[in-house]
């Protein structure tokens, strides 16, 4: 097996853990780039042209409030799959989740949906 690495993208207190690797050959669901995606695309909704400097810590905490539920869930659903069930859990079929990992409408959706005030 190839070795993976951990890059943490920081920002002040915004902070996503995401996972890369040397081979898209790997048993996992190569849901990395897409997420690094979704988080621009986060970052976008929230901090749109003109926002005030003196709020930008605020609205990168909104940003992690956002995303993090998603992307934790995806991170879990590749890790599975990648290193198989921890004890007690079942084994990832990546097809039961593709709907789930496939379809985000975006992060002014996402917030709307969760009761996340813009």
Request: overall charge positive.
């Amino acid at each position: 097996m190839l070795p993976r690495a951990s890059i943490l993208l920081s920002c002040s207190s915004f902070r996503f853990a995401r996972r890369s690797s040397r081979s898209s050959a790997l048993a996992d669901q190569g849901q990395g780039g897409g997420q690094a995606i979704e988080d621009a695309e986060a970052l976008k909704v929230v901090l749109p042209l003109g926002t005030l400097a003196s709020s930008i810590p605020e609205r990168l905490k909104l940003a992690q409030e956002i995303r993090y539920e998603r992307a934790t869930l995806i991170q879990g659903y590749s890790r599975s799959k990648a290193l198989g069930p921890r004890p007690g859990e079942t084994v990832v079929n990546a097809q039961e989740h593709a709907s789930f990992n496939f379809g985000y409408s975006g992060a002014r959706a996402w917030a709307e949906s969760h009761g996340i005030e813009l």
